[in-house]
């Protein structure tokens, strides 16, 4: 029997977190925020003493709000803890800048990860009647599908999945037993993704012409996955222009580098490094921007970090060019630019005239790769949460002879078995 209290994602994206009784053990998966809200939000509190917590992946969405969360041991692979310490003490920082106080201190994320636990892919962990297995979810380094068993029924939670290769990791383990009950993501419920090779391509394409132009090209990602991607991508490709990297995801990439065997071609990230020098400081910053070059920083939605500097130094340059490598949720500095031509924050309001274009370098599932795994799964009875268009998807899967259902906030607890 598996008792389900779904605490968050609840028909959209953000908040992750589910509350799972196995009738002897009490366990949550995931315990996220929604970052890009101020100030930011959490799921719903937990008032169970808990006997374990299963974290898919170190995105803040899911990891967010983990400190909250007290003396109960954390689950992950090896690589998701120095991870989620990056990015939880960076959360602290980016909301003192926007004068929010989170719930939690400097001290509780300290005291969450001394309860940190490393598993291994494909690794059995007993928990009184449950059997817990952390399997591949392609999504980030160290993200995971987690399947829990229980007196014969198995539940799957997807986390965040990628059901295909990307430069940086091997696609998700789909290699899996008979799942009964699934919690599935479905962030692009509604959509498809572009053809990675051709966005790879209109990526080079843009940076030539630019460098062409003796302009220089910012590239805007995520600090974890993101950057170390296009790295590997300008790697592949032939770099023979100077490359910087900047802001958070050179922490991430020097903590990522350091678990190699979580990377497609674990020797890759170290190769591509030895063409790209780190920014130090805003006298480097000043400096890089006097000469063609490409430059790759945070943050991922234009919503703070180096990139904000890049941009005041060079958004009325027609010479230069920014490419956007990810989703611009509704509401970031990234999608209004997209949408009115000014990069707009609470400081500042600038008519942007270098060239502007975002790509599609997405680690999850687009529409039709979400019904191809669903299928392949056959489960019993579906959970789609994690996506602003769930009821919708669980009504085209039922269509098609799915048990499928949209937990939402009055109708978010489920018995099972």
Known sequence: MFKLSFLGALACVGCSGIFVDTGSKKFVLDYGTKPREIPPKFPIPVQEKLDAIFLSHCHLDHCGGLPLLKNSPIFSLPVTKPLTELLLLDSIKVNREEGVELPFT????KKTMNSFVDVKYREKIRIGNSEIIYFDAGHIPGSAEILISSEGKNLLYTGDLKTTDTRLLKKADLDLPKIDYLIIESTYADREHSDRKSQEEEMIRIIEDTLAQDGICLISAFAVGRSQEVLLILDKYGIDYPLYLDGMAKKATTIINQYQNFIKEPKSLDEALKKVQYVSSEKFRKKIVKQ?????????????????SYLKKLYNKRNCSLILTGWQLEGTPGRILLETGHYITPELNLEVKMFVKRLDFSAHLGRSELFDFIEKINPEKIFCVHGDHTEEFASELREKGFDAIAPLANNRNFVLG
């Open 106 to 109: 400097r001290d509780d994320i």
């Open 292 to 308: 063609p070059c490409v430059i790759v920083t945070t943050s991922g939605m234009l919503n703070g970090g180096p990139i904000v």
